[in-house]
């Protein structure tokens, strides 16, 4: 039997940032996650998120078998040891911080896993107060992440990115947000290299993959069978095999499935 390799995003899909407090990582998600990764399956995040996002947030509920973050840049294990690394050239963030700081977005960039920000914030993890990229940290700047104030900011700045600098990056819009990885990555080349990866240890895999964003249709195509909910963009509705009302539904899917 071909082994079954989940990878599911994170912000509205798995974890639900703007909910009451206790219902941010629900419960019934975390078993679910527990009871298919007990069944010798593999459950990992795909996310537009850096490692340091999401460790505060799953250390002692949930153990991802592999992370998928930055949109495809860093892949890393279970122990966070690296599987892909990949960088936006430093000239070309700096450009991008140097344009869009000034209008008044919120910038962030991963560098190496850890959160770069230039501004102090309430934040349970480690991060970085930075002025520039000139007194960032050293190492690959995985990816540049804008917080606009509208869908037509993030849409129009997505674009015109694109336009200017798509020989080097690709910006990914994420609702409000934009996500600038380097070019060739996404979501989608994520799972295609973990694929890869994965057959070397486990010969041939089943991917499956959700996700509710239009940033999460790259993942959508690239899995054997995929998943999005009906709160989803109709678009990613009309791309994904099967709708669903929660990230519990599509793990039962998964693990009935016959692979």
């Not at 917080?147 to 993030?154: M, P, Y």
């Not at 934009?178 to 070019?183: H, L, S, T, Y």
């Amino acid at each position: 039997m071909k082994k079954k390799v989940f990878a599911s995003d994170f912000d509205g899909t798995l974890y639900f940032y703007k909910a009451a407090d206790p219902d941010k990582l629900p419960q019934a998600n975390v078993e679910k996650i527990r009871e298919y990764q007990a069944a010798g399956h593999l459950f990992g995040l795909c996310t537009g998120r850096q490692v340091g996002g999401l460790t505060p947030f799953i250390t002692g509920l949930v153990k991802p078998d592999f992370y998928i973050t930055s949109s495809g840049a860093n892949i890393v294990d279970r122990d966070l040891k690296p599987i892909l690394k990949r960088g936006v050239d430093r000239d070309v963030a700096d450009a991008l911080v140097r344009e869009l700081r000034p209008k008044g977005f919120r910038l962030t960039l991963d560098i190496e896993g850890d959160i770069c920000v230039f501004n102090k914030m309430d934040y349970p993890g480690k991060y970085y107060v930075i002025s520039g990229v000139d007194d960032a940290p050293e190492g690959l700047i995985h990816q540049v992440s804008v917080h606009t104030e509208s869908l037509e900011d993030a849409a129009a700045y997505a674009k015109s990115i694109n336009e200017r600098y798509g020989d080097k990056v690709q910006a990914f819009q994420n609702v409000i947000e934009i996500d600038i990885a380097p070019k060739g990555c996404s979501k989608g080349k994520g799972v295609e290299y973990l694929r890869e990866y994965m057959r070397e240890q486990w010969g041939d895999v089943v991917l499956y993959g959700i996700g509710d964003s239009v940033n999460d249709m790259p993942l959508i195509e690239a899995s054997d069978v995929s998943y999005t909910f009906p709160y989803a963009p109709e678009t990613l509705q009309k791309r994904a095999d099967h709708v669903v009302a929660t990230i519990v539904d599509a793990l039962d899917h998964s693990m009935k499935h016959e692979a």
